[in-house]
């Protein structure tokens, strides 16, 4: 269980596994958690941050290693793992964007293993990183980055920046403004509506990216909870929970897997469309 007299109960237990480690700044200098609830916008989410950023370190050393140690000769299998993935990723983005540029492959990699890895911090038993982190006085400790919508939302509106600016840099002012105005009705009195109705589009990119993510992590890691706290406890029905659990852990590799695809994938069509000059 946790480390705090709130997590005594199913509600606390709960409500303990689902919040972040927050630091905000107030008037008498640092505060955590509780204390920031009136403290505003700017409250960090240490935890979140920590690991995923802390994994994208990883990432980048672990493929960067691996390259400098790649031989043309019968490769390991850590480097046929890592080339697995690039020709795997090399290859969707060969299918699916159908422009040039050079950013967009690194890029899909990027988010594939890296969403891949934040998403698979699920699979580590839900009371074994708390459990620890409450031992050096920690109080709360959320391990899945991808189950913070903070963390989703920055990831999504990252490509939604790059849809504006590949948009603009292919097109031009004119041929943006002109997407978002004259279509789907190729007429000057349909502006309004046209225009409506492609901002709307826009804007539901970057949302439908982040709350996809956010939403199917978040209840996979409800459920690990939910069978944590329903057979934890009792030794009788432990068999019971260990199986439930290695079930559910097997169907979530697939989850986190699909995810993370799935996040990839929209990413390369998003930015393929706003290459397409019409």
Known sequence: MAATG???????????????????????????????????????????LFFSVGLGVLFLWLFRSVGKK????VPGKLQCFVEMIIEFVDSSVKETFHGRNPVIAPLALTIFVWVFMMNFMDMIPVDWIPGAAALVGIPYMKVVPTTD?????????????????????????????????????????????????????????????????????????????????????????SALGVTLQLGWLIFHILVITLQAFIFMMLTIVYLSMAHEDH
């Open 149 to 237: 919508l903070n963390i989703t939302f920055s990831m999504a509106i990252g490509v939604f920046v790059m849809i504006i600016y590949y948009s603009i840099k292919v097109k031009g002012v004119s041929g943006f403004v002109k997407e978002l105005t004259m279509q789907p009705f190729n007429h000057w009195t349909m502006i309004p509506v046209n225009f409506l109705l492609e901002s709307v589009t826009l804007i539901a990119k970057p949302i439908s990216l982040a709350l996809r993510l956010f939403g199917n992590l978040y209840a996979g890691e409800l459920i690990f909870i939910l069978i944590a706290l329903m057979y934890g406890g009792n030794m009788a029905l």
């Open 6 to 48: 709130e997590a005594l109960t199913p509600q606390g237990y709960i409500q303990h596994h689902l919040t972040n480690l927050q630091v905000c700044a107030t008037d008498n200098g640092l505060a955590m958690n509780h204390a920031c609830e009136q403290a505003g916008f700017w409250t960090w989410h240490i935890d979140s």
């Open 70 to 73: 790649a031989t043309t000769g």
